[in-house]
């Protein structure tokens, strides 16, 4: 039984019933702030659906929550390719997609296989790993007090330490964990099979338990060695941790059920990456500091020390004109091109333009179809003279989309900077 929902909505499947497993797994609240899974009176299972998007399987019924502003969960795995620095290279096309129903979580297995595959192909990285045992020889160096304490006066069992070259490391393990999970969890019988033939070659290369999820993920480290694991390891993390970009669950039961992208974080990533990129082709020498803290904008003064910290998702640094620049920018994933951008949307771009812009401005980044006009708002004061604006930039996702994946996929981020460097009319 499959019920298939928009963002923020909502649906009922009447004959349902949710088995106790599906109470337990619910039971804890991993759930909460994303999709609302309760129990009417009625009889049922009723469903609230919030910005988060793909799948959730439970015994009782499969729920999928679809976008809104995009139109497959292919647009949305393309969007999380181009958020985390991926080319496209390796994302399946839509011919390949054809036979079956893929949901987003079956997506991201294949994007886990395919980098797996590439990794075997390629051959998996090895290192230096530091072991101790008790070996018939000297291997090593001899830990003199473990062999007087373990095996004193025994020349047959000696005490080792020792480096072995290995492919048991961190970076395979997260690999073969990710493999293993797809191969048992994926829908879609041909997703499946390709993921247990390459997960049946990674799990000997890496047969130690990846462990928690969280602390492996934060003490990997990139260089020239494996700098070519990096989107493997984004694609089994989002796995993994059931499609959280930073993270939304830790690896547990509900992560082989449930698969959520919040596309508000999502957004937030897609405006920075071609801000960040048309910076860099823009030759005006200005940067870009991404969800930059800054503490000194409220102020205690009871205290004397900062009340709290603002971040704008982007803010652009420099000098335009000879004159210091600093213009933030606000992603929104919302729907404002027919109607009015919220107050207490303004008011936070109100409080970045008037605390960081120079001059007093800010901008507003939303989703939008091509060729409208977005809002233009001034805050003036008891005699009418403006001190801040805020201006909105739409961004057609399926038509950057199609840039992005097309013969110039630099034109998406070159016209998503000048609209939003443009300096409209006073």
């Not at 530091?130 to 020349?155: I, S, W």
């Not at 803290?293 to 640094?317: K, N, Q, W």
């Not at 606000?330 to 207490?344: G, H, P, V």
Request: glycine share 10%; charged share 25%.
């Amino acid at each position: 039984m499959q019920l298939s929902l928009n963002e923020y909505g909502s649906g009922l499947l009447p004959e349902a019933r949710l088995t106790p497993a599906d109470r337990l797994l619910l039971a804890d609240g991993a759930l909460d702030g994303m999709l609302r899974v309760r129990e009417p009176a009625r009889g049922g299972i009723e469903v609230e659906a919030t910005s988060h998007v793909g799948v959730v399987r439970l015994e009782a019924c499969e729920i999928r929550v679809l976008p809104k502003y995009l139109g497959s969960g292919l647009d949305v795995l393309r969007m999380l390719d181009y958020a985390t620095g991926g080319t496209g290279r390796l994302l399946p096309s839509d011919q390949e997609l054809t036979a079956g129903d893929p949901d987003l979580r079956d997506l991201v297995a294949l994007m886990v296989t395919e980098h797996g595959e590439r990794l075997l192909r390629r051959g998996v990285r090895r290192d230096y790993l530091t072991r101790e045992d008790d070996l018939p020889a000297v291997r090593g160096r001899l830990l003199v007090d473990r062999q007087l304490l373990r095996h004193h006066g025994r020349l047959d069992r000696l005490a080792c330490r020792y480096d072995e070259h290995d492919s048991d490391i961190p970076d395979n393990r997260l690999c073969a964990a990710a493999l293993e999970q797809a191969a048992r969890t994926a829908r879609l019988p041909r997703v499946r099979a390709r993921a247990r033939r390459a997960a049946s070659q990674f799990a000997p290369l890496a047969p130690t338990p990846l462990g928690d999820l969280r602390t492996l993920v934060d003490g990997l480290e990139y260089h020239r060695h494996n700098a070519h694991y990096r989107a493997a390891h984004q694609w089994a993390e989002l796995l993994l941790s059931g499609g959280g970009v930073g993270g939304l669950f830790a690896s547990g039961p509900l992560s082989s059920r449930a698969f959520l992208v919040d596309m508000n974080g999502l957004f937030e990533d897609f405006v920075t990456r071609p801000l960040t990129e048309g910076a860099a082709i823009s030759g005006l020498g200005l940067r870009v500091d991404a969800q930059a803290r800054h503490r000194r904008v409220l102020f205690d003064e009871r205290t004397r020390s900062a009340y709290s910290e603002v971040r704008p998702d982007v803010l652009v640094l420099g000098e335009r004109g000879g004159e210091p620049f600093r213009l933030p920018v606000d992603a929104k994933y919302k729907l404002y091109e027919d109607k009015k951008l919220s107050t207490a949307d303004l008011y936070q771009a109100f409080l970045y333009a008037h605390a960081i812009g120079s001059p007093a401005s800010c901008v507003l980044v939303h989703p939008g179809g091509a060729g409208a006009a977005g809002a233009r708002v001034a805050v003036r004061d008891w005699n009418g003279a403006t001190s801040a604006r805020v201006r909105a930039v739409l961004l057609d996702l399926r038509d950057a989309l199609a840039v992005l994946g097309g013969p110039e996929p630099s034109a998406a981020p070159a016209r998503l900077w000048r609209d939003v460097l443009a300096q409209p009319p006073k």
